[in-house]
């Protein structure tokens, strides 16, 4: 069996099997414990053993790789290091492999490099435009051009669902890299994954359209039943890092995983929503494991901030800081305009990424069923 068999999701119990049978189909040729070690790697990776992880990858002698081997070693530490929160090493991994893949003509093998590589220009990217860094932008622009480029050379040499569902995946990071708000392209590429029959994708490009598609219209956005599906999906999986994704976006939408439908349909929204929208959801403050530099906002505001991104409406901010309701939806809105976002939810991502609230010690609240 083909290494390339551990790019599709499968069931939690499934896959120590799925190693057992390629460990044997490869021992002959000698590519046993590499093949082994990288699908391991990947495996706990996604239960979220990130040490036992490295250090298989560790034991791999990359030196003495053949070239679809070292392709998906490459591919593995990518998505570990993601998982692990480290997008700039997951670059690193992603571009040192990246011109033998391109010079291989090995496509339908190596296309999830270019979509894992723009996934992690897509994480740099909103941290340095959470920060304002332009000139870092740029660079990270210029060092993504080689995998945007194969995002427009590739089509016409790619023929499996699951190469157009990695290239569907690709164009929609690279999307996310440029700060393009637009859940379309994550839409197609959660209908590519559901073609190609793979849960574990699938699961992730979900979470990305509901994400994106929150970000756009606000949480009036209906995006319930699909995310409640790609929850799902991550929890049989055993994909705990994902699940926590799912779970933080979740109750910052004030959605409801637990009571909404078992299976994910379109996703749809009812009107844009306003950021300073009224809804009763309890919910509790979150607290910042680290002081927070401000980044333009007052005290005052930062305590609102906090407020927002526990799900909390303006009604119920007055009420815990002992203000009006009309004296909130002007925090707000000054909070939103400083941070450059257009609704409570971006507001509360663009917090989390520059250390104004911790997603970790936020309590979920108990959001109203959609």
Do not use: C
Not at 6 to 25: M, Q
Not at 80 to 107: Q, T, W
Not at 135 to 153: E, H, I, N
Not at 315 to 341: M, P, S, Y
């Amino acid at each position: 069996m083909h290494p390339r068999r551990f790019l599709r999701g499968v069931d939690r119990d499934a896959p120590d099997e799925l190693i057992r049978e390629l460990g044997l189909s490869l021992a002959a040729r000698g590519l046993g414990r590499p093949s082994l070690a990288a699908g391991r790697a990947r495996l706990v990776a996604r239960r979220g053993d990130i040490g036992e992880a490295r250090r298989r990858l560790a034991s791999i002698p990359h030196e003495t790789l053949e070239p679809d081997l070292a392709t998906f070693v490459a591919i593995v530490s990518a998505e570990v290091s993601l998982v692990d929160g480290r997008p700039s090493e997951a670059l690193e991994a992603v571009l040192d492999a990246i011109e033998p893949f391109a010079a291989s003509g090995d496509v339908l093998w190596g296309v999830p490099l270019v979509a894992l590589g723009l996934r992690a220009g897509a994480e740099l990217g909103e941290s340095l435009r959470a920060d304002q860094d332009e000139a870092g932008l740029t660079d990270l622009r210029k060092r993504t051009a080689p995998l945007r480029g194969l995002t427009t050379s590739l089509p016409s040499r790619i023929v499996t669902p699951g190469a157009r569902a990695w290239l569907a995946t690709a164009v929609a990071e690279a999307g996310r890299l440029d700060g393009v708000i637009d859940p379309e392209p994550w839409i197609e590429a959660v209908a590519a994954w559901d073609l190609a029959g793979d849960p574990a994708e699938g699961a992730y490009a979900r979470y990305r359209a509901a994400e994106t598609t929150l970000r756009k219209l606000g949480v009036k956005a209906a995006v319930g039943p699909e995310l409640i599906a790609a929850w799902r999906t991550a929890t049989r999986l055993g994909a705990g890092w994902l699940r926590e994704a799912i779970e933080t976006l979740a109750r910052r939408a004030r959605i409801a995983l637990a009571m909404a439908p078992a299976s994910g349909g379109p996703i749809k929204s009812d009107e844009p929503g306003s950021p300073s929208s009224d809804q009763d959801v309890p919910g509790r403050i979150s607290v910042a494991r680290r002081a927070p530099s401000g980044h333009g906002l007052s005290a005052r505001e930062i305590e609102v901030l906090r407020l927002v991104a526990a799900g909390r409406s303006n009604g119920e901010i007055g009420e815990e800081l002992f203000i009006t309701r009309k004296t909130a939806g002007v925090h707000v809105t000054h909070i939103l305009d400083k941070l450059g976002v257009s609704n409570r939810v971006e507001a509360a991502m663009a917090a989390a990424r520059l250390g104004l609230i911790d997603a970790d010690m936020e309590r979920e609240p108990e959001p109203r069923p959609r």
